[in-house]
């Protein structure tokens, strides 16, 4: 009998470290291929390429080319808390309620959507400690504007992406125009007037541009063109991530005017709508975990008419 318990004893303590390995390995099968792929048609007016590097790291880079003039082509940012059905009063600041990006696709049945502005509070120990969690009221770093309504103000030191009638713009002083419909928030400007930033070059000097997760924005100079820009990072052999030195060149060579950072890190997620539901077209990871999708405090996403058949 106490061999038996010894056994039993020692067979969950190797189910206990080898379950989470299991769990890793299969989400790692699920991951894009690194494979490269051009400008890929997915709706009108929206096209996704995928850069694959193996030097100086591996590196899997995910982009997306956007004509705010096309047909039916919509922006839409996150709707903020008096949008929101509470049975509860949140924190004072608290903009919106967290949710993972597929589900914020899914919810207003959008074509494309990713992850925003940097939020508050944020932690993550493990896959089961972690905050936000879905449906917790959050703040967010910067302007946030979602049909018109202001979700969440301004603040130094964050830049908004003003979205108006087929056209965007960064706003270098911190305020969007009137009229802007749709607006979210980044933490430095990379580019403007195509050449690098105070900003950027201030990343540099405090030696801060290590290989990262990084979610980026960039427009051309009529404003009507928007790149989507997300590189996967923190998972060694498939994609380490990028360099904001290597982010600038990269949106330099596409022609670029003016680029701006978004939330990064595990955050990183761009999911498109399939008949059979959202798919995450980047391999998100949380919690250390591939295949594990983050909620965030708030997205931007479109609306986008389906390719003709």
Known sequence: MKLRRQVFQKGLIWIGLLTPLLLYGIATLQRSPRTALTNKPLFQGITYSRHVTHQPRPLVMHLFDIDLTAPGLKPLATPGLQEADLSYKPAPGSATLAERTSAFLQEHQLQLAINANFFFPFREETLWNYEPRPGDPVKLG???ISNGQIVSKFRRGWMPLCFLPKRAEIASNGQCPEGTEQAISGNTRLLSEGLPTKGFRAVLRKAEDKPYPVNIVALDASGSRLWLILCDGKQPFYSEG?????VVEFVQSLGAETAMRLDGGGSTT???????????????IHGKVPGQERPVANHLGFWATPLQQ
């Open 142 to 144: 910067g302007l946030s």
């Open 242 to 246: 990028m360099m904001l030195a290597e």
């Open 270 to 284: 761009v999911a498109i709508a399939t008949d059979t539901g959202p798919q995450l077209l980047n391999a998100v």
